[in-house]
């Protein structure tokens, strides 16, 4: 579908959260770098998890997709030293397979589309260059061609850029012959992140040394152990039915594990502080309004929340500030730029400066028709925005949402979105 015509109008019922893209993202890798055999359960085939399994059959792993679950078999990997990984438009699979993928002496070509080839590898480069790795790269699009193999050592990463680069020099490292420390020189943001990945090395294994976040000790030859895991529901999904409470829907979140450690479950923290009440059951979470009130909102380490906030933010009376977003403008879209634009079609009033955003809440919003940049959150969140305008909102390419969330659609629907699909077939 090129459009949807969304007429407006509060959703209401139960949703149960698809699982979460950046545990599964971390759970077939692990699994697929253990010599034995693993199932993969609780798990939804986005474009970006897609990406993910191919990347790690392209390495040797053998696995086979059910409808429900994975059935993962690492005894071959790395058994494959020449060959082409797509990465899609996946971000995740790009940063963590560019080490792994030379863990052993190897040739690899990473190709990609979108605004992955804008995304700085600057970090991984800078270890070729040290280590005498032979590497090659297009500007402006994603053909990297790395050929060596990656050995241990003191690497030296900034904290202030992806957590992805950390993760994937965590998953390769335990698995060369060198012990190695990375060593964080600034602020680390993206903590959760971090914790996501160590908590699954852990699971399946492999022992990492967390000094404070401040430095991570890795003993090499390692091995990954092969075990069952059921992947979690996902906070930066439940995200956007949050916010649909908190501006006057009735949905029943499901499947969230409230000891997450998702560093977007972040959203529960900053919709209680813009004056809701989360209502936890045993069988989900909602969120209750009250009085809305504006906030700051550090984006450092939940920023893939941003976007949708910025919706919630538009319709709480006074001043809301985002701060420390630059990140947002490396993602499948200048979110800041996209968000400010689109929801200012809507009514909205929202200021894009350098690595923030000011919005100043507005009474409603109007309709029209505005731009998912092809992003799937900048879809979604758009989606929750037609919910409060006044006329109908007609979003164009809204099946972006497949990269994280291929059912959005259908259970946006489900919960009484009035969506018209016909428009553009």
């Known amino acids: 579908m090129n459009s949807v015509k969304i ?10 959260i698809p699982p979460s893209k950046s545990m599964a ?27 993910t399994i191919n990347a790690m059959r392209a390495l040797g792993s053998e696995i086979e997709i059910f409808d429900d679950h994975l059935e993962i078999d690492g005894s071959s990997v790395f058994s494959k030293n020449v060959g082409e990984i797509d990465c899609n438009e996946s971000g995740s699979t790009l940063r963590f397979m560019v080490p792994l993928a030379i863990a052993k002496e190897a040739e690899m070509r990473f190709i990609g589309k979108g605004n992955l080839g804008k995304r700085p590898l600057t970090t991984y480069y800078e270890i070729f260059d040290r280590q005498g790795i032979e590497y090659s790269y297009k500007e402006g699009e994603l053909d990297l061609k790395v050929k060596g ?25 335990p698995l060369i012959k060198e012990d190695s420390k990375i060593i964080i020189t600034t602020n680390l943001e993206s903590k959760g992140y971090i914790d996501l990945t160590l908590s699954m090395l852990d699971y399946y294994g492999v022992s990492v040394v967390n000094n404070n976040y401040k430095e991570f000790i890795i003993k ?3 091995n990954y152990t ?57 069988e989900g979470i909602k969120a209750k309004v009250k009085d809305l009130t504006p906030t700051i ?6 920023p893939d929340i941003i976007p949708v906030l910025t919706v919630l933010a538009s319709l709480t009376t006074g001043i809301t500030k985002v701060i420390n977003a630059e990140r947002l403008r490396i993602k499948e ?27 100043e809440g507005v009474e409603s919003l109007t309709g029209g028709t505005v731009s998912s940049w092809d992003d799937h959150r900048i879809a979604m969140s758009l989606a929750i925005a037609a919910t409060c305008a006044k006329d109908e909102v007609i979003i164009e390419n809204p099946s972006c949402v497949k990269k994280s969330y291929p059912s959005f659609w259908r259970d946006y629907k489900l919960l009484g979105g009035k969506v018209d699909e016909r428009l553009g077939k």
Do not use: W
Request: glycine share 8%; hydrophobic share 40%; net charge negative.
């Open 297 to 302: 909102i550090d984006a450092a380490q939940c």
């Open 149 to 173: 193999n990656i050995k241990g050592e003191e690497f030296k990463i900034r904290g202030d850029i992806s957590s992805q680069f950390i993760s994937g020099l965590l998953f390769t490292l």
């Open 220 to 222: 090499g030859n390692q």
């Open 226 to 282: 092969p075990k069952d895991y059921k992947v979690e529901g996902d906070f930066s999904q439940s995200a956007f039915f949050l916010v649909a409470d908190a501006l006057g829907s009735d949905v029943l979140v499901k499947d969230l594990n409230m000891d997450s450690l998702q560093g977007d479950k972040e959203v529960i923290e900053i919709i209680e502080r813009m004056g809701c009440k989360i209502l936890s059951k045993e």
């Open 333 to 359: 879209c200048d979110r800041l730029k996209a968000i400010t634009r689109e929801l200012n079609k809507l009514g909205a009033s929202v200021t894009e400066l350098e690595n923030s955003l000011l919005i």
């Open 25 to 51: 993202h971390r759970a077939v890798i692990c699994a697929s770098l253990s010599k034995g055999k693993s199932k993969i359960t609780n798990i939804e085939y986005s474009d970006d998890i897609i990406a």
């Open 7 to 16: 007429i407006p109008g509060k959703l209401k019922g139960e949703v149960k």
